[in-house]
Structure formats: C-alpha cells, structure tokens
C-alpha cells in the first residue's frame, strides 16, 4: 500500500470517532444550561418549601413578637410598676434592635453568603429569647430583647434572598408570599400559646415557649445548601449544581435529568459582591438606575408596617380596654387579659394568612401593584369602619379586615425588593428595606402607646393617613415584575 492509499485508510479510519466525539461534546454543551434555566428545571414543589422552611420560621416569629409584646407589655407594666414611657421603650426596643442591625450588617448576606447569615441569627434570637424567661429586672428584660431584635435584623434579608433566588418565575411571588404568611400563622400559634401559658406560667413562660416554638429554623437552615444563585457569583459552581439538583429531586422534576450549570466566568467576578461596602452598594444601585425605586420601595415599606404595628398593638387595647363600648374598665384590670380576649386575638390572626393566600392568586393574574393597591384599599374602608365602632363584636368584625388586608401589603416591599434588585446588591437592598419596615414599627408602636392615650380614632386616622401615602407610593413604581427574570 502507497502513501497515498494509507492516509486515505487512516482517514476513514479515524472520521466516525471524530465525529461521535465531536457529537458527544456539543451533547453535553447543549446539556449545559444558564441560571434561570436550571432555576426552572429545577421546578417548584417539596424541595422548593422545604429549603424555604428556615426562612419561614424566622419571619413566623416576627409575627409572634407583635402578640408577645402588645401582652407582655401590659403585664410587666404592672409587674414592675413602669409607666407608659417605659412600656413603649421596651416594645420599641426589639425594632430599633432590627433597624440598626438591618443597616449595620446589610451587606453580610451579599459577602459571607445568605445561609451562614440566616443562621446565625436563628441560633442568636432562639438563644436571647429563652433568657428572656430568665430575668428578674425591666434592665435584663430590655437588652435581651434588643438582642432579639439585632439577630433578626440580621438575618431577614437574607432569608428573603434565599426564598427568592431558588423560586421559578410563576411562583415567585407565590414562594415569597409563603414566607411572609408566617407573620399571620407565627402570631396565631402564639395567641394560641398564651391561651394555654400566660394563665400557668406568666410572661415568662410565653417569651420561653415562642423562643422553642421557633427553634426549628436552626435545624433546617443547618440542613439546606447556599443559594445557588449567590455560588455562582462566587464562583462555586459546583455547590450551586448540587443544591439545584437536591431541589429537583426533591420536587421530582427534570424526568431524572441532572441540571449542569453553563460556567460563566463573568459571574464569578467577587470584585462586584464581595468588596461592596456601604456606600458603594448604593453607588452600584445608583449606577443601573434603581435608586429611585429603591427610595419608593423604602418608603412602602416604612408605610405599610407602620399601619401594620399600629393596628397589631392596638388591636389588644381595643378589645381587652372597652374602647368601643360603654363599659368603663378600671386601670387595673387593663394589665389582665381574659382568655376570651386571648381567643379572638388568635382568631383575629388567622385572617392574616387568609389574606395572603387570596393575594397570591391575584398576584400573577393582575401584577404586584394592582393587588397590594387593592388591599391598601380594603385596609382604608375597614380603618374608617373602625373610627366608628360601637361595641367589642364591631371591632373585631373590622380588625378582622384589616389584618386580611394588611398582611399582603406588609410583605410587598420583600416582594418588590426581591424582584427590582440584581443578585450583587440584593440582600443589601432587603436590608435596607427592612431597615425602613422596622422604623415604621417603632413608629407604629410609639403610636399606638401615647397617642392611643390621647384618643383611640386619633390611632386610626394617622393610619388611615398612612394608608394614603402607601396607595400614592405604589401608584408612582413604573416597573412590573409579573414573569420577568431576576439577575
């Protein structure tokens, strides 16, 4: 055989294999897929809710806190003789707690990773709140309870990112929405414990069993990878595959496929997420052009838990205090709650989740705004309803309706904020926005305490006021997020 005749025979030789490894190659790169797409391979179902599980027991006990302190508030006041100032200072001092943390701490979920940070704030607010049944002073009681307020502050926006960064786009909001009910299941359960407790046990065997009740979280966040979304920026690609395919398995998608991500160099640049500070998270925010949004999300946020905190603390008043009905309460007797006022307390709270349910349906048909503009005006109609209450059966008809619609406007700025903002800076923003929520509960409180002491339909009118301003502040977002993608 010539030269020619042997190349010719090698050729043939070697054609078929080249071709089935140049077909296997592009096979597995077509196999490779970006973010989103893995994101939507992976589906939603079990695995969805059970890596949410974490985040959803620590925002259960945010809303516990409203049930918790509008009690304790009124006991200790009597336990240990303190005036309203005092009573307020205490209540107030778990959300300055979570402002300041909020701020202070609003990049460590960008830079240390949204599942360290979700922990450790679970382990340290289970940790303060069971001391709290320990102390013996209104001092210890006080700095416990700031602590709670500091370990919360610090990890509920990366809770929030966690949800949001796993959910697909059809239920985003329906994910979201999940973990933001557990503000109305955490305050019922507690209402359902201090039925059982407060009797036997006092105040400080709620604050003891809210702490246990919520524990939970530490297990679940222990359990759940880091948000695959945040890997990827860090440049771990391999943790963010494996965590999409325990999902997908878990939810029983993807027909036993594994999802492979499509490796991108670009996203793994830390010099983005990891080094921004303060100020130059809001300089990289300024610089896409969100700062404005992000001023209106903050301002919605402030609004919405301000009526939020404000109906949630006198709520209690309204009911265990007489104010709509001829009975004159002695000022004693203010500081007991009978176990009938405890009951509709906890039925009250159940229309909290109610509400959110009913919100999750509209929020993909009608889009994010028009739904919470909605609430906003339910919560407007049963506010002035209230303003001329006639007896007890009255308001709690009409405090019923106002937490069906307060629930799903407190929860949108998470919503919104999850949405607007690019994975470098969004748990920065979240935290930003809680921040502002938690100024609006101090506000609320501080209401509901001293002006509630000058005039009960004074309350609602500021919150109808408030109520307002919120409907103006979603009428001027520009941008629907309805099944759009997040960065």
């Given at each position: 055989?010539?030269?020619?005749?042997?190349?010719?025979?090698?050729?043939?030789?070697?054609?078929?294999?080249?071709?089935?490894?140049?077909?296997?190659?592009?096979?597995?790169?077509?196999?490779?897929?970006?973010?989103?797409?893995?994101?939507?391979?992976?589906?939603?179902?079990?695995?969805?809710?059970?890596?949410?599980?974490?985040?959803?027991?620590?925002?259960?006990?945010?809303?516990?806190?409203?049930?918790?302190?509008?009690?304790?508030?009124?006991?200790?006041?009597?336990?240990?003789?303190?005036?309203?100032?005092?009573?307020?200072?205490?209540?107030?001092?778990?959300?300055?707690?979570?402002?300041?943390?909020?701020?202070?701490?609003?990049?460590?979920?960008?830079?240390?990773?949204?599942?360290?940070?979700?922990?450790?704030?679970?382990?340290?607010?289970?940790?303060?709140?069971?001391?709290?049944?320990?102390?013996?002073?209104?001092?210890?009681?006080?700095?416990?309870?700031?602590?709670?307020?500091?370990?919360?502050?610090?990890?509920?926006?990366?809770?929030?990112?966690?949800?949001?960064?796993?959910?697909?786009?059809?239920?985003?909001?329906?994910?979201?929405?999940?973990?933001?009910?557990?503000?109305?299941?955490?305050?019922?359960?507690?209402?359902?414990?201090?039925?059982?407790?407060?009797?036997?046990?006092?105040?400080?065997?709620?604050?003891?069993?809210?702490?246990?009740?919520?524990?939970?979280?530490?297990?679940?966040?222990?359990?759940?990878?880091?948000?695959?979304?945040?890997?990827?920026?860090?440049?771990?690609?391999?943790?963010?595959?494996?965590?999409?395919?325990?999902?997908?398995?878990?939810?029983?998608?993807?027909?036993?496929?594994?999802?492979?991500?499509?490796?991108?160099?670009?996203?793994?640049?830390?010099?983005?997420?990891?080094?921004?500070?303060?100020?130059?998270?809001?300089?990289?925010?300024?610089?896409?052009?969100?700062?404005?949004?992000?001023v209106i999300i903050c301002a919605i946020s402030f609004m919405a838990i301000l009526i939020y905190y404000i109906a949630g603390y006198s709520m209690p008043r309204f009911l265990n205090e007489g104010y709509c009905s001829d009975v004159v309460v002695a000022e004693h007797e203010k500081c007991k709650f009978d176990k009938s006022v405890l009951f509709d307390l906890g039925v009250i709270s159940l229309f909290e989740p109610l509400g959110v349910v009913l919100a999750v349906i509209f929020l993909e048909i009608i889009g994010r705004k028009k739904t919470f503009q909605a609430n906003v005006l339910l919560l407007l109609i049963a506010l002035t309803a209230l303003y001329f209450c006639v007896n007890n059966t009255f308001s709690f008809i009409f405090f019923t309706v106002v937490k069906f619609g307060a629930a799903p406007v407190s929860y949108s700025p998470f919503l919104l904020g999850s949405e607007y903002f690019p994975t470098e800076v969004r748990s920065f923003t979240l935290a930003v926005i809680v921040a502002c929520?938690?100024?609006?509960?101090?506000?609320?409180?501080?209401?509901?305490?001293?002006?509630?002491?000058?005039?009960?339909?004074?309350?609602?009118?500021?919150?109808?006021?408030?109520?307002?301003?919120?409907?103006?502040?979603?009428?001027?977002?520009?941008?629907?997020?309805?099944?759009?993608?997040?960065?």
């Amino acid at each position: 055989m010539d030269a020619a005749d042997e190349n010719t025979q090698l050729k043939e030789d070697f054609q078929p294999r080249d071709i089935s490894e140049k077909s296997t190659r592009q096979d597995e790169s077509n196999d490779e897929v970006d973010m989103n797409e893995a994101i939507e391979r992976a589906g939603a179902g079990c695995g969805t809710l059970l890596y949410s599980l974490g985040p959803f027991l620590i925002f259960s006990l945010e809303g516990g806190e409203v049930i918790v302190l509008s009690i304790v508030g009124l006991m200790v006041k009597c336990e240990w003789n303190l005036s309203t100032f005092w009573v307020a200072l205490l209540q107030v001092n778990v959300f300055v707690g979570m402002m300041l943390a909020s701020i202070l701490f609003s990049g460590a979920g960008d830079k240390f990773g949204r599942k360290p940070v979700s922990l450790i704030a679970a382990i340290g607010v289970t940790s303060a709140g069971l001391l709290c049944g320990f102390v013996s002073s209104f001092w210890q009681l006080a700095v416990l309870r700031g602590l709670v307020g500091v370990f919360m502050g610090i990890g509920m926006a990366p809770c929030v990112a966690l949800t949001a960064e796993i959910s697909t786009i059809r239920f985003r909001g329906l994910l979201v929405s999940y973990v933001c009910l557990s503000w109305g299941i955490g305050a019922s359960l507690t209402s359902a414990l201090a039925f059982f407790v407060v009797a036997p046990y006092g105040w400080r065997g709620l604050m003891i069993g809210t702490a246990l009740m919520f524990s939970p979280s530490i297990i679940f966040l222990s359990l759940i990878g880091e948000s695959p979304r945040f890997a990827a920026k860090k440049g771990d690609w391999a943790g963010a595959e494996k965590t999409l395919q325990t999902i997908q398995k878990l939810n029983c998608a993807g027909n036993g496929k594994d999802i492979k991500l499509k490796r991108d160099d670009r996203l793994s640049d830390d010099n983005q997420s990891k080094n921004l500070g303060f100020w130059g998270a809001l300089g990289y925010i300024n610089s896409i052009g969100r700062t404005k949004d992000l001023v209106i999300i903050c301002a919605i946020s402030f609004m919405a838990i301000l009526i939020y905190y404000i109906a949630g603390y006198s709520m209690p008043r309204f009911l265990n205090e007489g104010y709509c009905s001829d009975v004159v309460v002695a000022e004693h007797e203010k500081c007991k709650f009978d176990k009938s006022v405890l009951f509709d307390l906890g039925v009250i709270s159940l229309f909290e989740p109610l509400g959110v349910v009913l919100a999750v349906i509209f929020l993909e048909i009608i889009g994010r705004k028009k739904t919470f503009q909605a609430n906003v005006l339910l919560l407007l109609i049963a506010l002035t309803a209230l303003y001329f209450c006639v007896n007890n059966t009255f308001s709690f008809i009409f405090f019923t309706v106002v937490k069906f619609g307060a629930a799903p406007v407190s929860y949108s700025p998470f919503l919104l904020g999850s949405e607007y903002f690019p994975t470098e800076v969004r748990s920065f923003t979240l935290a930003v926005i809680v921040a502002c929520g938690r100024l609006g509960a101090c506000s609320g409180i501080a209401v509901s305490q001293f002006v509630f002491n000058l005039s009960a339909r004074l309350v609602l009118a500021l919150a109808q006021i408030a109520a307002v301003i919120l409907s103006i502040c979603l009428c001027a977002l520009q941008k629907e997020t309805v099944g759009t993608t997040i960065d």
